[in-house]
């Protein structure tokens, strides 16, 4: 058997032709010759042959997947797939036929940020257990361990992604979901914040009465989305109010660390290398999950301490007594605050830099006042070009970056605007004495950046 991915370098993808392969079928590929992130991954795929885009490669296929990327508008293997009547899979339709034809149920972990963490938090919590039967995680791990495999056990942890509904083919056989908050994203696809929860609220109750929910109670609007769900569920949180709840917590320059309070019983002394509240709800409910699946708490407990992290989430490329050079996927505001508290907590008493390159037209012109407020947070604030979607038309905006960098001034904070490719010499040319330069976006600034940049320092 035989399957081919078009697009096959992307996180999703490449995760996906790794389970493929492991269940028997020669996976082949697709894709631009540039090397990606997922490297590492699609390197231990036995067998992998990946060439350039070419319409042979459709041909004798038993299962073809093409990646969100690409179309038959800019594809031409995908244009071939439409020509012939070939059967095709999106992403979200494969990996409910993985579950489907495996007979797995899915461990779904939702929300508009928190998701990849999450998911990566339970399947270490899980990990040799008897209950873990696979996992999709949306990033690497920072170690190079693989985000994706198969193992024995019933339940498959997926990363429930709302954009465009995908995470509708995966909930009817869900054993668990956690939602670890809601708030208003992706504008070129919900017209407004009601139509966000109208469709968490579908995702959860389009799962069987058996599923376990977990919802995060700290985020505003929590009250109000539970009303919309047909399902029992409980709260996880910092609040009170919240049935699970974390207790004792202590943050500092190492990580954090809490105790667990359900219904008057203390699960005690968990403790991570990650930073920020918003890092405590995470844990918190890969904890809870993992308890609920009949997980020992010993083992949860001790498998927490050797969680490795995810690339692009609170990654350090390179920290010296002087400087640091943190990359991290926040492309949101709500993402933004949590993500800078955060790094105060592992940098108390340094300069934050933060370089933002927004993602998006059509969010940063949706959410340019949220943006301001949440940069504010830094101590100096650089902007890059606006990295625009696949799916925008450049021409229909007429706007930069400097949306946001006017909008700043309402916060006395002052934004420099400076292209991408030009970081590096603009920062060799700085005094970087006791800074922490943050990288954020869900571009290509770590590519063009971060990442060379910090190879800079090292050499230095």
Same mark, same amino acid.
């Given at each position: 058997?035989?399957?081919?991915?078009?697009?096959?370098?992307?996180?999703?993808?490449?995760?996906?032709?790794?389970?493929?392969?492991?269940?028997?079928?020669?996976?082949?590929?697709?894709?631009?010759?540039?090397?990606?992130?997922?490297?590492?991954?699609?390197?231990?795929?036995?067998?992998?042959?990946?060439?350039?885009?070419?319409?042979?490669?459709?041909?004798?296929?038993?299962?073809?997947?093409?990646?969100?990327?690409?179309?038959?508008?800019?594809?031409?293997?995908?244009?071939?797939?439409?020509?012939?009547?070939?059967?095709?899979?999106?992403?979200?339709?494969?990996?409910?036929?993985?579950?489907?034809?495996?007979?797995?149920?899915?461990?779904?972990?939702?929300?508009?940020?928190?998701?990849?963490?999450?998911?990566?938090?339970?399947?270490?919590?899980?990990?040799?257990?008897?209950?873990?039967?696979?996992?999709?995680?949306?990033?690497?791990?920072?170690?190079?361990?693989?985000?994706?495999?198969?193992?024995?056990?019933?339940?498959?942890?997926?990363?429930?992604?709302?954009?465009?509904?995908?995470?509708? *083919?995966? =909930? +009817?056989?869900?054993?668990? @979901?956690? #939602?670890?908050?809601? %708030?208003? !994203?992706?504008? &070129? $696809?919900?017209?407004?914040?009601?139509?966000?929860?109208?469709?968490?609220?579908?995702?959860? *109750?389009? =799962? +069987?009465?058996?599923?376990? @929910?977990? #919802?995060?109670?700290? %985020?505003? !609007?929590?009250? &109000? $989305?539970?009303?919309?769900?047909?399902?029992?569920?409980?709260?996880?949180?910092?609040?009170?109010?919240?049935?699970?709840?974390?207790?004792? @917590?202590?943050?500092?320059?190492?990580?954090?660390?809490?105790?667990?309070?359900?219904?008057?019983?203390?699960?005690?002394?968990?403790?991570?290398?990650?930073?920020?509240?918003?890092?405590?709800?995470?844990?918190?409910?890969?904890?809870?999950?993992?308890?609920?699946?009949?997980?020992?708490?010993?083992?949860?407990?001790?498998?927490?301490?050797?969680?490795?992290?995810?690339?692009?989430?609170?990654?350090?490329?390179?920290?010296?007594?002087?400087?640091?050079?943190?990359?991290?996927?926040?492309?949101?505001?709500?993402?933004?605050?949590?993500?800078?508290?955060?790094?105060?907590?592992?940098?108390?008493?340094?300069?934050?830099?933060?370089?933002?390159?927004?993602?998006?037209?059509?969010?940063?012109?949706?959410?340019?006042?949220?943006?301001?407020?949440?940069?504010?947070?830094?101590?100096?604030?650089?902007?890059?070009?606006?990295?625009?979607?696949?799916?925008?038309?450049?021409?229909?905006?007429?706007?930069?970056?400097?949306?946001?960098?006017?909008?700043?001034?309402?916060?006395?904070?002052?934004?420099?605007?400076?292209?991408?490719?030009?970081?590096?010499?603009?920062?060799?040319?700085?005094?970087?004495?006791?800074?922490?330069?943050?990288?954020?976006?869900?571009?290509?600034?770590?590519?063009?950046?971060?990442?060379?940049?910090?190879?800079?320092?090292?050499?230095?």
């Amino acid at each position: 058997m035989r399957a081919h991915f078009i697009g096959i370098k992307g996180v999703g993808i490449s995760a996906l032709a790794k389970i493929y392969s492991q269940r028997g079928y020669t996976v082949t590929g697709s894709d631009i010759k540039e090397d990606f992130i997922t490297k590492p991954l699609l390197d231990s795929i036995r067998g992998l042959k990946i060439s350039d885009f070419n319409t042979k490669n459709v041909y004798h296929c038993d299962k073809i997947i093409i990646s969100n990327a690409y179309t038959e508008k800019n594809n031409s293997e995908a244009k071939e797939c439409v020509k012939h009547n070939f059967k095709t899979l999106t992403y979200p339709e494969a990996v409910a036929d993985v579950l489907n034809s495996m007979k797995k149920r899915s461990l779904c972990i939702a929300g508009c940020k928190g998701k990849t963490t999450t998911s990566a938090l339970l399947q270490t919590l899980m990990k040799g257990t008897k209950q873990l039967g696979g996992f999709i995680i949306g990033a690497p791990y920072q170690n190079n361990e693989a985000n994706a495999g198969l193992a024995k056990g019933g339940y498959f942890i997926i990363e429930a992604d709302e954009y465009k509904n995908a995470y509708f *083919n995966y =909930s +009817p056989c869900a054993k668990g @979901i956690i #939602i670890t908050n809601i %708030f208003f !994203d992706h504008p &070129d $696809f919900f017209p407004s914040f009601a139509d966000t929860k109208k469709s968490f609220a579908k995702f959860i *109750n389009l =799962s +069987p009465k058996d599923t376990y @929910i977990l #919802i995060c109670g700290d %985020f505003a !609007d929590s009250k &109000d $989305f539970a009303k919309r769900i047909k399902r029992k569920f409980e709260t996880y949180g910092l609040n009170a109010g919240n049935l699970w709840r974390a207790v004792n @917590i202590t943050e500092n320059q190492k990580g954090i660390g809490f105790s667990v309070l359900y219904r008057g019983k203390i699960y005690k002394n968990f403790s991570a290398g990650l930073y920020g509240k918003h890092n405590i709800q995470n844990v918190l409910a890969a904890i809870v999950m993992a308890i609920k699946l009949g997980v020992p708490v010993s083992t949860i407990r001790k498998n927490l301490l050797n969680f490795p992290g995810t690339k692009r989430r609170f990654e350090v490329y390179f920290e010296n007594k002087e400087i640091a050079v943190i990359d991290d996927y926040a492309h949101h505001p709500e993402a933004i605050s949590p993500f800078l508290e955060a790094v105060r907590q592992k940098y108390p008493s340094r300069t934050i830099i933060a370089v933002f390159q927004p993602h998006t037209f059509s969010r940063t012109k949706a959410l340019y006042k949220e943006f301001a407020k949440s940069l504010a947070g830094a101590d100096e604030i650089i902007l890059t070009e606006i990295y625009g979607s696949a799916r925008e038309n450049r021409e229909d905006f007429n706007f930069n970056s400097e949306i946001i960098g006017n909008e700043l001034q309402r916060f006395k904070k002052k934004a420099e605007i400076i292209k991408s490719d030009q970081l590096i010499n603009y920062f060799k040319k700085r005094n970087l004495k006791n800074t922490a330069i943050v990288c954020m976006g869900a571009g290509d600034l770590w590519v063009k950046f971060a990442a060379p940049f910090s190879n800079y320092l090292k050499k230095a």
